[in-house]
């Protein structure tokens, strides 16, 4: 994909002045360059809110690793013309795996942004072993198929949340069985080798719309992820928001449905029951369709199977209104939908959601539709966990719950 230099509104990472961290100033100077496409010095220095002196430090050992390079001077109408500096794109790569019930996402990204490999295998053993053996498989895979003397930089692993929570198990609908209470992070870097950020899939699914896809233009935005489950992804000011323990956006757990189908978390009537793959294949089965797989559920949705339409109506009928109130609460630009759910399918919910019930963002000279499906399909997750082991420790803030061990930006 095309590298986007991001508009100066965007929110930057700040320094810290005297460097606290090294490694952190580092990150930060090279986060606010891949940003902006290209800056002089004294730009990076405003932007970083480091010293001059900092500023000059870093990027003679940013240029010299190879992670940045000279662009030469701009020209202006006086004065000496500021050096500009840009990102590597061959300066190093981050990769980003969704780790889903059936299957591995593997995706790797340069320092650009660009996608340069990409992957998905069937997941037939989601034990701690067998993931570590498929996922260390795929990341060769990728690295070989990009064709480069790469260095990667981090591994960002996306997984279905919820995380830690006690007396709502996700056991029953949880794809990976034994990784309940596990260091997910250590296990995946000591099978990787590298730096590994963990992240739950709607959140990071609404990283790779932001990065990638239909967000990109977007500052607030929600993304309804279908997942493991039914997760959602919050962007507010162009940042993700993940609440104090990282479970922000659980909505497949309200309870929609009053005495509702039993879920395995324990409540009754959740909306991931009604609303999710899961539900889907849950239905069709009821219909006596069996494992039907994405293709054979276009098919069912293309000849109109009552199986299949009946879903959707009731899918729909009860996502419209939690589409309302996640206006109400974020009043974001754009609801997004999107994840493991065909397309067309996708497409049908949306219209059948239609006429959404009134909140805020019912109101006239709209730009942008209230409920648009993705742009970014099955690789959406996968595009935004190999953002994370830049972003994520770029952004201090975003520190909580990363459970990556503190690690150099060093080269090789
Ligand atoms: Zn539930």
Redesign the pocket.
């Known amino acids: 994909m095309p590298h986007r230099p991001v508009p100066p509104s965007r929110s930057v990472a700040v320094g810290t002045n005297p460097e606290r961290t090294r490694s952190h100033n580092r990150r930060v100077v090279l986060e606010t360059v891949r940003q902006h496409g290209q800056l002089g010095r004294s730009d990076i220095a405003v932007l970083t809110r480091l010293t001059a002196q900092a500023v000059s430090n870093i990027v003679a050992e940013l240029v010299e690793e190879g992670f940045l390079i000279e662009l030469g001077r701009r020209r202006t109408a006086r004065g000496q013309p500021p050096v500009e500096f840009a990102v590597n794109p061959d300066g190093g790569m981050t990769a980003g795996m969704e780790i889903a019930a059936d299957h591995i996402t593997t995706v790797l990204v340069d320092l650009a942004g660009r996608v340069r490999a990409q992957r998905i295998a069937p997941l037939a053993d989601a034990t701690v072993a067998g993931v570590q053996q498929l996922a260390a498989t795929e990341l060769a895979w990728v690295r070989q198929a990009a064709g480069l003397p790469e260095r990667l930089l981090g591994c960002g692993v996306v997984m279905p949340g919820p995380f830690e929570i006690e007396g709502m198990s996700s056991v029953g609908t949880s794809p990976l069985p034994g990784w309940a209470g596990q260091d997910a992070a250590q296990l995946l870097a000591e099978a990787l080798n590298t730096p590994v950020v963990i992240e739950n899939d709607a959140t990071a699914a609404a990283v790779g719309e932001h990065l990638h896809g239909l967000g990109r233009n977007l500052r607030h935005f929600c993304q309804i992820y279908f997942g493991a489950g039914l997760g959602l992804g919050v962007i507010i000011g162009g940042q993700p928001y993940r609440g104090a323990f990282g479970n922000a956006g659980e909505i ?2 309200i309870p929609v449905v009053a005495g509702g189908r039993l ?3 324990g ?1 009754h009537g ?1 909306l ?1 029951r009604y609303a999710s793959v899961h539900a889907l294949t849950e239905t069709l089965r009821e219909a006596g369709i069996v494992a039907a797989g994405p293709e054979e559920i276009v098919q069912l949705h293309r000849s109109g199977h009552p199986a299949l339409t009946g879903w959707v109506a009731e899918a729909a009928t009860l996502l419209a209104p939690v589409v309302a109130m996640l206006e109400n609460l974020f009043d974001p630009e754009t609801v997004i939908l999107g994840g493991e759910m065909p397309d067309e399918v996708v497409d049908a919910m949306i219209a059948a959601m239609t006429p959404l019930p009134i909140s805020v963002a019912s109101r006239r000279g709209r730009s942008i539709p209230r409920v648009q499906r993705g742009a970014t399909g099955r690789l959406t997750a996968a595009l935004g966990a190999a953002a994370l082991p830049l972003l994520d420790t770029m952004t201090p803030k975003l520190d909580r719950v990363s459970l990556a061990p503190e690690s150099e930006l060093s080269p090789g």
């Open positions: 497949g757990h879920c395995a978390c409540g959740c991931e």
